[in-house]
T-cell receptor, first 113, second 113 residues
Framework: GENVEQHPSTLSVQEGDSAVIKCTYSDSASNYFPWYKQELGKGPQLIID?????GEKKDQRIAVTLNKTAKHFSLHITETQPEDSAVYFC????????????FGRGTSLIVHP | DTAVSQTPKYLVTQMGNDKSIKCEQNLGHDTMYWYKQDSKKFLKIMFSYNNKELIINETVPNRFSPKSPDKAHLNLHINSLELGDSAVYFC????????????FGQGTRLTVV
């Protein structure tokens, strides 16, 4: 089955700095890579995703890059703000009715004002 | 309208009791899931269910059972609750046929005393 590794487990930055979270996956058939943000007391919510036919995607201050050859993908947050503080999860999945998306173990991002 | 709703939000119960958590999605998704999130924020898949197939994580005790009266609902029944069952349980849904992101409910914090 798929195995997703996520690093770091905790990331502490100053407001305005950039934050990078990295994930690796094992199943070369995985073709969809979403990132979720979980705020305190809430369920994870999609913030950005990328499919295997794209190498990079950007949405305002967040961007995701994908290296299919190396089987890794990363989340980049620029100009971090205190409201970016949350737990971030990467995930990997592939098409198919019996395939369950696999999540990384999460990164707790703390942005200090 | 809430896309994925689960009830109750909080559940406190004694060891040995049987309890249920309800989940409903109004997104027309073909697949629903139950995840358990422990104190370290790890999201562990418990079940995946669509109208064709139930996939059970083999590490989940058989005290846990999903019940799906229809495509929009996937309830979680837990028998003979134990202290170690205390966690936050998330229901989620996705459209696996087109491999899209998962939508999560707000979570149910279960405390077994």
């Amino acid at each position: 089955g798929e195995n997703v590794e996520q690093h770091p487990s905790t990331l502490s930055v100053q407001e305005g700095d950039s934050a990078v979270i990295k994930c690796t996956y094992s199943d070369s058939a995985s073709n969809y890579f979403p990132w979720y943000k979980q705020e305190l007391g809430k369920g994870p919510q999609l913030i950005i995703d990328i499919r295997s036919n794209v190498g990079e995607k950007k949405d305002q201050r967040i961007a995701v890059t994908l290296n299919k050859t190396a089987k890794h993908f990363s989340l980049h947050i620029t100009e971090t703000q205190p409201e970016d503080s949350a737990v971030y999860f990467c995930a990997a999945s592939r098409s198919g009715g019996s395939y369950i998306p696999t999540f990384g173990r999460g990164t707790s991002l703390i942005v200090h004002p | 309208d809430t896309a994925v709703s689960q009830t109750p939000k909080y559940l406190v119960t004694q060891m040995g009791n049987d309890k249920s958590i309800k989940c409903e999605q109004n997104l027309g998704h073909d697949t629903m899931y139950w995840y358990k999130q422990d104190s370290k924020k790890f999201l562990k898949i418990m079940f995946s269910y669509n109208n064709k197939e139930l996939i059970i994580n083999e590490t989940v005790p058989n005290r846990f059972s999903p019940k799906s009266p229809d495509k929009a609902h996937l309830n979680l029944h837990i028998n003979s609750l134990e202290l170690g069952d205390s966690a936050v349980y998330f229901c989620a849904s996705s459209q696996v046929a087109v491999n899209t992101e998962a939508f999560f409910g707000q979570g149910t914090r279960l405390t077994v005393v």
